[in-house]
């Protein structure tokens, strides 16, 4: 069961003594966090479940499982904001799947930025660090692709979030307010400085991550 495998990366972080203070608190916080992710109850429990994923011996099958499953489900967070905006009526219920799927692409990124990695997909093997509870990436480039994706989610999330806010605003005009305050150029109108203020975080979150994916090719997303 994932809760098991969680629980066992925790004690190996812990037991590892290669982590410390406010890293060790962090990197345990964001394992944890796992157990609300739909994201990841996917990969740990229909993967493991379902395929017998720790008895596929074949690594390219297990890449090419765990990454299909991966893009699918960004593109059909991606589909589903793009519903929230443009179609769905209920704003409030629009706004919570924009935040829960926010939630999501945050922990992912500081899963992959901050969590000690594995050298190949599956269980840690003899090679591995004692602390490295994280599978690795298995291509940059497609990497990269998901952080782009990763932008229009952030862009189509605050538009969501100012339409709820701001009921005058239609959702083109939501978009277009969420892309000035993404490029830094300009607010929406009557919305609270506290929204605006938060998109501005997160997006330099982002681009920071962005920026780190790009320099060297590989820092957090390269295989080692």
Same mark, same amino acid.
């Given at each position: 069961?994932?809760?098991?495998?969680?629980?066992?990366?925790?004690?190996?972080?812990?037991?590892?003594?290669?982590?410390?203070?406010?890293e060790?608190?962090?990197?345990?916080g964001?394992?944890?966090l796992r157990?609300t992710?739909?994201?990841?109850?996917?990969?740990?429990v229909?993967?493991?479940?379902?395929?017998?994923?720790?008895?596929?011996?074949?690594?390219?099958?297990?890449?090419?499982?765990?990454d299909?499953?991966?893009?699918?489900?960004?593109?059909?967070?991606?589909?589903v904001?793009?519903?929230a905006?443009?179609?769905?009526q209920?704003?409030?219920?629009?706004?919570?799947?924009?935040g829960?799927?926010?939630?999501?692409?945050?922990?992912?990124l500081?899963?992959?930025?901050?969590?000690?990695?594995?050298?190949?997909?599956?269980p840690?093997?003899?090679?591995?660090?004692p602390?490295?509870?994280?599978?690795?990436?298995?291509?940059?480039? @497609? +990497?990269i %692709?998901?952080? !782009?994706?990763?932008?229009?989610?952030? /862009? #189509?999330? *605050?538009?969501?979030?100012?339409?709820r806010? @701001? +009921?005058? %605003?239609?959702p !083109?005009?939501?978009?277009?307010s969420? /892309? #000035?305050? *993404?490029?830094?150029?300009?607010?929406p109108?009557?919305?609270?400085s506290?929204?605006?203020?938060?998109?501005?975080l997160?997006?330099?979150?982002?681009?920071?991550?962005?920026?780190?994916?790009?320099?060297?090719?590989?820092?957090?997303?390269?295989?080692?």
């Amino acid at each position: 069961m994932p809760a098991q495998t969680w629980n066992q990366k925790i004690r190996r972080l812990w037991a590892a003594d290669q982590i410390h203070g406010i890293e060790l608190v962090f990197d345990s916080g964001v394992l944890a966090l796992r157990y609300t992710s739909v994201s990841y109850w996917s990969k740990d429990v229909w993967l493991n479940r379902y395929l017998d994923w720790r008895e596929i011996s074949d690594k390219r099958r297990r890449r090419l499982w765990r990454d299909n499953l991966i893009d699918l489900y960004c593109i059909s967070q991606f589909l589903v904001l793009c519903a929230a905006l443009f179609c769905f009526q209920q704003r409030t219920l629009s706004a919570l799947i924009a935040g829960y799927i926010l939630f999501e692409m945050y922990l992912n990124l500081f899963t992959i930025f901050f969590l000690p990695r594995q050298k190949e997909i599956g269980p840690p093997g003899a090679a591995d660090s004692p602390s490295a509870v994280n599978e690795p990436s298995t291509s940059v480039e @497609r +990497s990269i %692709l998901l952080l !782009f994706v990763n932008v229009l989610q952030l /862009v #189509l999330s *605050f538009a969501v979030f100012y339409r709820r806010a @701001r +009921s005058a %605003l239609s959702p !083109f005009d939501a978009l277009s307010s969420a /892309v #000035l305050v *993404f490029g830094t150029v300009g607010t929406p109108l009557e919305v609270p400085s506290l929204l605006v203020a938060l998109q501005v975080l997160l997006d330099f979150l982002l681009v920071a991550a962005i920026l780190a994916s790009f320099v060297g090719q590989a820092g957090p997303f390269a295989k080692k």
